[in-house]
């Protein structure tokens, strides 16, 4: 396969980084189509670990081309940082290794002040418990026309003249949250400041992968969040700002749909979500307590504990159907060692009827209880398990039910965070 694309399938946290490292490998060019800084991708190469969170994953290998595409929204300044950062780990980082779209709509300072103030003055059951990195405004901005983008840092006026633009909105909504109006000339001397250092990465990145394309190059796709904070798909409205299913992989970056030839939807083997909104499986008891110990779950951006629960097969088969996933990684198996009987949500009751997908009103949503199948679990550590043979008779069962309660074949299943702890069934870039 020439092209693959990783998604998150559940509400992000599946473990995208490691699998999207181990891809990245085989990949000419890596590329990230959607979110922004609000992702949080932890790569252990070589024994080091970085921490991305607007980078592509690729530009911690050599050789490859980094790619962010105008699907992203870009804080110049966190991006200055993140390169800085990655810089002083030893990766070289050159306009030849990274291209920014010259589309991408930018975050700027004034985006996460108005995230930040409208969770502040938001009520229960209102607030999103978003990043607060201001990926909401901003994509608000590029659909409302009034982005500043990265070509715009180019031209002192026409940046001068979206400035303006910008503040004639947001100046009116900041004084309805009591925020200052915007400082114009700060703003204006921090975009000129920054302007030539991301400038140094900009391309027209359509035209560079259909050069890549027509020379044979294979293109990774990497996904941010999850399936279910997708924008029209997800829990709306506790999701996030962009389309994070596999269709924005093609309008975010300039490549037509055809241009796919794999989705690997990455799936954890149980079930987190960071942030408010409704999550049926969520265990709120000892249960939970030992999946979110054992698997560590904590976010790699805002640190935030994330709720735990049992793996809802009834949630994949909507992400599966939505994103077109042809195969799934399953990760952090080993998570579910030494649990007498481990729960698979198969479908919901709604009012007494029985459903076998999630409906779209947040009402019923919230109201929906999950019908249960329930598996023996197994004793025996399954960390670092790396073929069929090394893993006990009920974690196989485990994974065989997955498969069929969401429809889609598993390609590959993690066992630790090391990239070869891994078992391999399909390698999505093997012709
Ligand atoms: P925003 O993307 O910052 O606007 O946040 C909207 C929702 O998406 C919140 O529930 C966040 O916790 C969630 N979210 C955003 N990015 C990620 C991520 O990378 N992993 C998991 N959840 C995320």
């Given at each position: 396969m020439a092209n693959v694309v990783v998604v998150g399938?559940?509400?992000?946290?599946?473990?995208?980084g490691k699998i999207v490292d181990w891809l990245s490998e085989r990949a000419d060019v890596i590329a990230r189509f959607q979110g922004g800084h609000n992702a949080g991708h932890t790569l252990v190469v070589d024994g080091t670990v970085y921490k991305l969170h607007a980078?592509?994953?690729?530009?911690?290998?050599?050789g490859k081309l980094s790619v962010i595409g105008n699907g992203v929204v870009l804080d110049p300044w966190h991006l200055v940082n993140e390169i800085e950062t990655v810089r002083a780990q030893g990766v070289s980082i050159t306009p030849e290794t990274l291209m920014v779209a010259e589309n991408t709509p930018l975050i700027l300072p004034i985006h996460g002040e108005l995230d930040r103030a409208r969770e502040e003055a938001a009520s229960k059951g209102t607030?999103?418990?978003?990043?607060?990195?201001g990926i909401g405004p901003a994509y608000e901005d590029k659909v409302g026309r009034r982005s500043i983008r990265?070509?715009?840092?180019?031209d002192e006026a026409t940046l001068i003249a979206r400035v303006d633009r910008a503040l004639q909105h947001h100046d009116p909504l900041r004084k309805g949250l009591g925020i200052e109006p915007v400082d114009r000339d700060a703003l204006i001397a921090q975009l000129k400041e920054i302007a030539p250092k991301v400038l140094e990465y900009a391309a027209p990145v359509w035209k560079v992968l259909k050069e890549k394309r027509k020379s044979g190059k294979r293109i990774l796709f990497e996904g941010a969040q999850g399936a279910l904070l997708d924008?029209?798909?997800?829990?709306y409205p506790f999701?996030?700002?962009?389309?994070?299913?596999?269709?924005q992989a093609a309008t975010g970056v300039g490549v037509?749909?055809?241009?796919?030839d794999y989705v690997l939807g990455i799936v954890k083997a149980y079930t987190t979500r960071v942030g408010e909104g409704p999550f049926p499986?969520?265990?709120?008891d000892d249960d939970g307590e030992r999946l979110g110990r054992r698997g560590h779950e904590?976010?790699?951006?805002?640190?935030r504990k994330r709720r735990c629960g049992w793996f809802d097969a009834c949630l994949l088969r909507q992400t599966c159907a939505t994103s077109g996933v042809n195969g799934i990684a399953l990760t952090?198996?080993?998570?579910?060692?030494?649990?007498d009987v481990l729960k698979v949500c198969v479908g919901y009751d709604l009012d007494g009827k029985r459903l076998d997908y999630l409906p779209t009103a947040a009402d019923q949503q919230a109201r929906c209880t999950p019908v249960y199948e329930e598996l023996p679990g197994w004793s025996e550590s399954t960390e670092g398990?790396?073929?069929?043979?090394?893993?006990p008779a009920n974690a196989i069962k485990y994974v065989r039910r997955v498969e069929e309660l969401i429809d889609c074949p598993v390609a590959m299943v993690s066992t630790?965070?090391?990239?070869?702890d891994t078992i391999l069934v399909t390698d999505p870039f093997a012709d």
């Open positions: 399938a559940q509400w992000g946290d599946e473990g995208k980078l592509p994953s690729g530009v911690v290998r050599g607030k999103i418990g978003t990043t607060g990195r990265v070509a715009d840092l180019a924008i029209d798909f997800g829990t999701v996030t700002s962009s389309n994070v299913i596999a269709g037509g749909p055809g241009a796919v499986t969520e265990l709120l904590f976010g790699v951006t805002t640190g952090k198996l080993d998570v579910l060692d030494g649990f398990a790396r073929s069929w043979a090394e893993l630790s965070p090391e990239r070869e």
